[in-house]
């Protein structure tokens, strides 16, 4: 199984880097790639671990960016972008990096005085703890109000207290998937849309602007993912064909913070082939029994 799509703990994942790839060994996942948001935090240790495995195994590092899309209207619609493959240095997209996670450190802190003024009984320094240094998100908030006792699960956070549409809700500082897209391309990596339509999370991209985001250099679409409808996928599975970019799927892995499991959805060996074909800014990790 080739699952190119999970989060850890150094962003809202609940597993460390090192649980993410055993878990993911014993599953049967043979290709793993780690993308948390914003963040290449987890590389070090979940490479440590692919490389100390018994059995054949592949890392793919990767990152799923937090990035807007603003239409011709002016509607600011927040997408994700995951990028593989880049190389960790390059600067203008390390800094990229740490701006998102610097203003997840206050957006998330606004939306918890927003719900503290509401009188829900959580503190800052509790979803800080919670994140444990990692980037930050609403899954961590959702922590901190399942521990409170104020909802009875993540989920159930999400619906109300922590929904886009909610008061308390304050939006990220995106980065331009305009820039998101030139800064992996020319950190020689791979730029491939997140389930685009995902429609349960809000306002998604129209066919057109996929199309556009083609031409500014996506190298591929994210289409079997458990928030796509299965009639979406087989409409983006046609759009990657009609514009010859690469199709993945993926779990979407977060741990314990979602009910999905690890390699739910997965990539085909000839679209994996396309991506790794594509990228040149770092190496695959293999463990020796490859
Ligand atoms: P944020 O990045 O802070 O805006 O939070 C969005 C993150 O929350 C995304 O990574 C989603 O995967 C995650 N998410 C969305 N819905 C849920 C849910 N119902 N339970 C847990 N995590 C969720
Ligand atoms: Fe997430
Ligand atoms: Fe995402
Ligand atoms: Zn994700």
């Known amino acids: 199984m080739i699952d190119l799509h999970t989060h850890s703990n150094a962003s809202d994942g609940s597993d460390s880097p090192r649980d993410l790839v055993l878990s993911a060994a014993s599953a049967g996942v043979r290709v793993l790639a780690i993308t948390d948001h914003d963040t290449t935090a987890g590389w070090a240790a979940a490479a440590e671990t692919a490389l100390s495995l018994e059995q054949p195994f592949t890392l793919v590092r990767g990152t799923e960016f937090s990035c807007v899309y603003v239409d011709n209207a002016g ?34 802190a606004a939306i918890v005085s927003n719900l503290v003024a509401a009188g829900h009984p959580i503190t800052w320094a509790q ?14 908030i959702g922590q901190a109000l399942l521990e409170s006792g104020v909802v009875s699960s993540v989920d159930e956070a999400f619906a109300d207290l922590l929904a886009d549409s909610s008061p308390y809700y304050v939006k990220k500082q995106d980065m331009p998937v305009e820039n998101a897209i030139k800064l992996i391309t020319q950190a020689r990596g791979v730029p491939v849309i997140a389930h685009p339509w995902a ?55 977060h741990g314990n913070r979602k009910s999905v499991r690890l390699g739910a959805q997965t990539t085909s ?4 082939r396309r991506l790794i074909g594509a990228a040149s800014g770092i190496e695959l990790i293999h463990s020796d029994r490859r």
């Open 127 to 140: 979803v800080e703890a919670i994140a444990a240094g990692g980037a930050v998100g609403r899954p961590h």
């Open 199 to 253: 429609r349960s999370r809000g306002v998604v991209l129209t066919e057109d602007a996929i199309r556009e985001l083609v031409e500014m250099g996506l190298l591929g679409i994210e289409v079997d993912h458990l928030d796509h409808t299965v009639a979406d996928r087989e409409r983006l599975a046609e759009l990657a064909t009609e514009l010859d970019v690469i199709q993945t799927g993926s779990s979407d892995y």
């Open 75 to 108: 509607h600011r619609i927040g997408l994700h972008l995951l990028g593989y493959l880049f190389d960790p240095e390059a600067g203008a997209l390390r800094t990229a990096r740490a701006e998102l996670r610097e203003n997840r450190l206050g957006r998330g």
């Open 269 to 272: 060996e000839p679209m994996y």
